[in-house]
């Protein structure tokens, strides 16, 4: 079963995929606290797909992009620009992607772009969520 499974997330683009839905399920933990098997599953999927792609030649640029679409999507949730911010998250995950694997066939740019626009759009709705929850938040009294 281990062994089926890491051959399975040996391919760049599925460990991408599992990285994506992982980072998915946290975020939606993060905009919607309570509901626990987002969190959880996106915890496992994360881990499983980093560690995967830990196995693979990985470039500083790809990483640093990643890390920076990452750390932008609280700040998405939590400043409330829009889309905007939501197409920059998108953009940085396409670059990063296609640029993150050194060497030996990496993730597809067809791939990257279309999971990282997939992504970008519900973080987008995900956010824009979180912005009306807390603009028709009840007083309290």
């Known amino acids: 079963m281990a062994g089926a499974l890491s051959q399975t997330l040996s391919d760049p ?51 640093a992009l990643l890390a920076a679409a990452v750390l932008l999507l609280p700040l998405d949730a939590i400043m409330g620009k829009g889309w905007l911010l939501s197409a920059l998250i998108a953009i940085a995950l396409a670059t990063g992607a296609g640029l993150l694997i050194d060497g030996r066939p990496g993730i597809r740019w067809p791939v990257a772009i279309g999971s990282a626009s997939l992504f970008g759009s519900i973080a987008g709705y995900l956010a824009a969520i979180a912005r009306r929850a807390r603009r028709n938040k009840a007083p309290v009294q």
């Not at 599992?18 to 496992?44: D, S, T």
């Open 13 to 63: 683009n599925l460990a991408f995929g599992a990285v994506l839905l992982g980072i998915l399920g946290i975020y939606c933990e993060f905009v919607r606290p309570g509901l626990v098997a987002p969190g959880v599953a996106g915890g496992l999927l994360a881990l499983l797909g980093i560690s995967a792609l830990s196995t693979m030649p990985l470039t500083v640029a790809g990483v």
